[in-house]
């Protein structure tokens, strides 16, 4: 499994973009980035995952590096509703590895 | 989408007893499903995976006879704390891969949150 690094907290304003940056230098050829939210006390919810290709879905936009050292998950207008702590993990769905993630804040 | 429901949503009993903790696929059939601990403020840490028919594999450092681990059905996984003690108070959530293809995402229960007192 990919070891990931986040940044611990970032903040946004509401109906900003948010970027939120990973990375995953160690990722092996055939691992996915998936990226997970979780909201205070609830369990992590799926947002978005992919292999080599840029993906968007209708949560988010994932932008992956073309060495998939990296990537950038999207929010394009956030909202309060999206203050949680975000995850990257670099794996398969047979095991993932959650890091610390990064809490975003988002501003009113 | 895929759901994951979990039951109970929050347990507090005394020390010693053991506790039982369901984690069931909704609208589809996992046979596969993972279980994590999170203690406060920490990220989430795999405890096992729990195969259908089979016995669970157990990550490193987790007791395999404490945390007793039963994948009966296709839809259906459980995780039994025994002798449940104060130090084992914490957030388990269970998660289920979906089915729709390799790779496809896991699907996370809402967690839930034992407290022994």
């Known amino acids: 499994d990919a070891k990931t690094t986040q940044p611990p907290s970032m903040d946004c304003a509401e109906g900003r973009a948010a970027n939120l940056p990973c990375n995953h230098s160690?990722?092996?050829?055939?691992?996915?980035v998936y990226w997970y939210r979780q909201i205070h006390s609830q369990g992590p919810q799926y947002i978005i995952h992919g292999l080599k290709n840029n993906e968007t879905n209708e949560m988010a936009s994932l932008i992956i590096t073309e060495d998939r050292k990296s990537s950038t998950l999207i929010l394009p207008h956030a909202t309060l509703r999206d203050t949680a702590v975000y995850y990257c993990?670099?794996?398969?769905?047979?095991?993932?590895?959650f890091g610390k993630g990064t809490l975003l804040t988002v501003n009113p | 989408g895929a759901v994951v429901s979990q039951h109970p949503s929050r347990v507090i009993c005394k020390s010693g007893t053991s506790v039982k903790i369901e984690c069931r696929s909704l609208?589809?059939?996992?046979?596969?499903m993972f279980w994590y601990r999170q203690f406060p403020k920490q990220s989430l840490m795999l405890m096992a995976t729990s195969n259908e028919g089979s016995k669970a594999t157990y990550e490193q450092g987790v007791e395999k006879d404490k945390f007793l681990i039963n994948h009966a059905s296709l839809t259906l996984s459980t995780l039994t704390v025994t002798s449940a003690h104060p130090e084992d108070s914490s957030f388990y959530i269970c998660s289920a891969r979906d089915p729709g293809g390799s790779n496809q995402p896991q699907h996370f229960g809402d967690g839930t949150r034992l407290s022994i007192l």
């Open positions: 609208d589809f059939q996992a046979t596969t």
């Open positions: 160690t990722i092996s050829g055939n691992e996915y």
């Open positions: 993990s670099g794996g398969s769905n047979y095991k993932l590895t």
